[in-house]
């Protein structure tokens, strides 16, 4: 199940750079330092990953806290590390997309450059001086 937030941003990343985002991540990964996409690609996986570790210790949650278990000593602090774990991923999750949502709202994709036309103009072949009339 894809999630949402690291979806939008994936989507928002192909959108500016116009490609899908494992094209992207295949360039970013041949220039991993220094370029805005190896930035943004990096961020968006930190978010993938928290919400991955959301997902799991949420499912491990309902799993010790299932209906017919017993909670004992032993599972209440099995309990309350899932709990944190959660709190902790959420926050992290939470900044990291705040960060490269910032990021993208300030990235524009610049319209392509019109293509030259194929009829160039036309150039004297001698140039502006031939053109000079003697006066004597």
Known sequence: MPHALSQTIA??????????????????????????????????ADVQRAERSIAFQLQRLRELAHPEREIGKFEAGHLLDCARRIAESVATRDAHAQTVSAVLAGLHRVPAAPAPSLAAPAVPAAGPASTATRTR
């Open 11 to 44: 989507e928002r990343i192909e959108d500016l750079y116009g490609q899908p985002m494992a094209a992207l991540e295949a360039h970013a990964d041949t220039h991993p330092r220094g370029t805005m996409l190896a930035a943004l690609t990096s961020s968006h």
